[in-house]
């Protein structure tokens, strides 16, 4: 082989090696840029599951928020409307917490004249007479505590004791299962036409039977 064709084969030579290694340092830039694109992927979807949980945080709080921003019993306006209703006079305790309420009766005559001074003349024959005439007491449980209900919208709970005649009547009254056993609203008694249909259900009439289904789903007597 003369000098010319051995020039003319190391140049095609280094020709085709240095293709070869070009074509070999694209592969790496190719590997680098495949894995940089991969990290920065695996980063945003990071990134995306943080906000996520930083977005649950933070409904959850607000979640909280709401629970805690929950209306309170206006104390003296509920004291004040629980001494005007049926058998109000003959209350011995009211307790407020929040969102509850306790009423407890006194449990005789004689606690009452002793006790409630307001109350010193008050004869047994008409302290005993209140309560075994007219339903007194299934209309306590049942429409008295209806309209507490819907004159305070912040009473979640109410519970009523009436110890008479060696029995004690007690109840303990929530609004959701109220309004579920009345199929009604609290809210919407408020309206006069509501009402009156409610009192003319429940309200009127000897042993009326429909009252009885309420007291009795309620109110335990030991």
């Known amino acids: 082989m003369n000098k010319t064709a051995k020039r003319c084969l190391l140049g095609i030579l280094s020709i085709g090696v240095l293709a070869i290694s070009v074509g070999c340092g694209n592969n790496e830039e190719e590997q680098k840029t495949q894995t940089t694109k991969l990290t920065q992927e695996q980063l945003q979807k990071v990134l995306d599951s943080q906000n996520k949980k930083k977005d649950k945080t933070e409904e959850n ?66 302290y005993k007479e209140y309560w075994s005439t007219g339903d007194k007491i299934d209309k306590l449980f049942v429409i008295e505590t209806t309209r507490l209900f819907k004159k305070n919208p912040a009473l979640e709970n109410l519970e009523v004791i009436l110890p008479f005649e060696g029995k004690t009547y007690e109840a303990s009254i929530n609004k959701k299962e109220l309004e579920k056993v009345l199929k009604v609203k609290m809210d919407t008694l408020n309206e006069s036409t509501n009402w009156k249909e409610f009192t003319d259900k429940y309200a009127y009439g000897l042993d009326n039977v429909e009252r009885q289904k309420v007291f009795k789903h309620f109110v335990t007597i030991e």
């Not at 629980?82 to 969102?99: F, P, R, S, W």
């Not at 004689?110 to 109350?119: F, L, R, Y």
Request: hydrophobic share 30%; net charge negative; glycine share 4%.
């Open 61 to 126: 709080k607000d979640d909280n928020s709401k629970e805690k921003e929950k209306p309170k019993l206006e104390k003296d306006k509920f004291i004040n409307e629980v001494n005007l209703m049926m058998g109000g006079e003959y209350i011995k305790k009211i307790d407020v917490a929040d969102t509850h309420a306790t009423l407890t009766y006194y449990d005789s005559y004689q606690a009452v004249v002793s006790e409630n001074s307001a109350m010193k003349d008050l004869k047994e024959e008409t």
